[in-house]
């Protein structure tokens, strides 16, 4: 079975700065799929970024890039630039890579960004 | 694309009672999943479908749950005798299912936040 850890339960950051949020994973898998998804306060769930295990380059989307080490297991997701909007809960998920299987989900880290 | 969709947004009802959710998911995909998740956790798989077809159920979902797409599209999810550890969050999500480029993807809906008092 697969197991996500987020062993950051909240971080806070000033607004215009960079945050890393860490996330670590254990999977028998060789190859899979990795997500960071945003939860923003009563809103819904929005993936920000992914990453194929099989891939060495890091993911990046705009503000947002990770730092994928596969022999650590390791995915963290770092946020440059912080705005205010991106105040969120952030869950890292893997997924095998049989394909369109279902989400394991870390606890989640809660982020603050203050003004 | 109006994204997956879900209702009620909020269901309050008494232990022992029956409740019953709608998802309707992105209208091109044809996986399915249920989440739940509860305060401070992340979400947590309990059943998904492909096409009208239930492919897997969590140890979470207990026979007092029961869940179904019957024409593939829209899915329901049912709580018989309602107990007050199933006050949660229920989440929906959708994909595109195949093997195209980003088909594993899942888009959430806005879940159905669930209290049994």
């Known amino acids: 079975a697969q197991t996500v850890t987020q062993s950051q339960p909240e971080m806070s950051v000033q607004e215009a700065e960079t945050v890393t949020l860490s996330c670590t994973y254990d999977?028998?898998?060789?190859?899979?799929?990795l997500f960071w998804y945003k939860q923003p306060p009563s809103r819904q769930m929005i993936l920000v970024i992914r990453?194929?295990?099989?891939?060495?380059q890091n993911a990046t989307e705009n503000r947002f890039s990770v730092n994928f080490q596969k022999a650590a297991k390791s995915f963290s997701l770092k946020i440059s630039d912080s705005q205010l909007g991106d105040t969120a809960m952030y869950f890292c998920?893997?997924?095998?890579?049989?394909?369109?299987?279902?989400?394991?989900f870390g606890k989640g880290t809660r982020l603050s960004v203050i003004a | 694309d109006t994204g997956v969709s879900q209702d009620p947004r909020h269901k309050i009802t008494k232990r022992g009672q029956n409740v019953t959710f709608r998802c309707d998911p992105i209208?091109?995909?044809?996986?399915l999943y249920w989440y739940r998740q509860t305060l401070g956790q992340g979400p947590e798989f309990l059943t998904y479908?492909?096409?009208?077809?239930?492919?897997?159920k969590s140890r979470l979902l207990s026979d007092r749950f029961s869940a179904e797409r019957p024409k593939g599209s829209f899915s329901t999810l049912e709580i018989q005798r309602t107990e007050q550890g199933d006050s949660a969050m229920y989440l929906c999500?959708?994909?595109?299912?195949?093997?195209?480029?980003?088909?594993?993807?899942?888009?959430f809906g806005p879940g159905t936040r669930l209290t049994v008092t």
């Open positions: 998920a893997f997924m095998k890579q049989s394909g369109n299987t279902p989400l394991v």
């Open positions: 999977t028998s898998e060789s190859n899979y799929y």
């Open positions: 999500a959708s994909s595109l299912g195949g093997a195209g480029s980003r088909s594993y993807e899942q888009y």
């Open positions: 990453q194929e295990a099989y891939k060495q």
């Open positions: 209208s091109e995909h044809n996986r």
């Open positions: 479908f492909q096409n009208e077809a239930q492919l897997e």
